[in-house]
């Protein structure tokens, strides 16, 4: 997972509740990324970004927000307007945006 | 679009046997590839890529890949499978000048002793 952490571990949520996801890269890394992993569907990009104060909607943005004000923190916010938010949650980071993406651990996210 | 499909959900094979992950791949221009592996409740540690050049591909573990541009695929192979190796693999396709990557859905590898 080199230097790349999540946290927390596992979150847990009640129905109406906004929560923050953390994610801090140590790596010197210009782009982020935040990705949602449910079973048989692989990983699909919420959102991304490719420098500080910048950042771009994915596949699935719809009750998620971010914000990136340094370079290291890429945090991650499920709003209550996301329908389904129980799922792993996966931070990413690379050099350059097409560079390779390497990965921190992960949070697990579920609603009560 | 691009997109990824890896038609095995599960592999099952003998420690010390061969192991092959299939992918295939659709891109419009030219791919970048690569393939992933995530143990139970982590988060995805890179094995290897294929940017261009030779054909055949090694990276961690023992891993290695074939990028075929006829065949659209880029197969993971192990010569010798290790208990181990048992866990969740994932093959990944951009093109080269943009970000985004597109994931398969996974494949559960299986490697009994």
């Known amino acids: 997972d080199g230097g790349i952490t999540q946290s927390p571990k596992y979150l847990f949520r009640k129905e109406g509740q906004n929560v923050t996801l953390s994610c801090e890269q140590n790596?010197?890394?210009?782009?982020m990324y935040w990705y949602r992993q449910d079973p048989g569907q692989g990983l699909r990009l919420i959102y991304y970004?490719?420098?500080?104060?910048?950042?771009q909607k994915g596949d699935i943005a719809e009750g998620y927000s971010v914000s990136r004000e340094k370079k290291e923190s890429f945090p991650l916010t499920v709003t209550s307007a996301q329908k389904n938010p129980t799922a792993f949650y996966l931070c990413?980071?690379?050099?350059?945006?097409?560079?390779?993406?390497?990965f921190g651990p992960g949070t697990r996210l579920t609603v009560l | 679009a691009q997109s990824v499909a890896q038609p095995e959900d599960q592999v099952n094979v003998a420690e010390g046997n061969p192991l092959t992950v299939k992918c295939t791949y659709s891109?419009?221009?030219?791919?970048?590839l690569f393939w992933y592996v995530q143990y139970p409740n982590r988060g995805l540690q890179f094995l290897l890529k294929y940017i261009t050049g030779d054909n055949l591909v090694k990276g961690s573990y023992g891993f290695e890949a074939e990028f075929n541009k006829s065949q659209t695929s880029f197969h993971l192979k192990k010569p010798s499978a290790l208990v181990s190796d048992s866990a969740l693999y994932f093959c990944?396709?951009?093109?080269?000048?943009?970000?985004?990557?597109?994931f398969g859905a996974g494949t559960t590898v299986t490697v009994r002793a």
């Open positions: 990944a396709v951009r093109e080269s000048n943009d970000y985004k990557l597109s």
């Open positions: 970004s490719q420098i500080v104060n910048d950042f």
């Open positions: 891109v419009s221009g030219n791919p970048y």
């Open positions: 790596l010197n890394h210009d782009a």
């Open positions: 990413a980071s690379s050099a350059i945006p097409t560079d390779t993406q390497y």
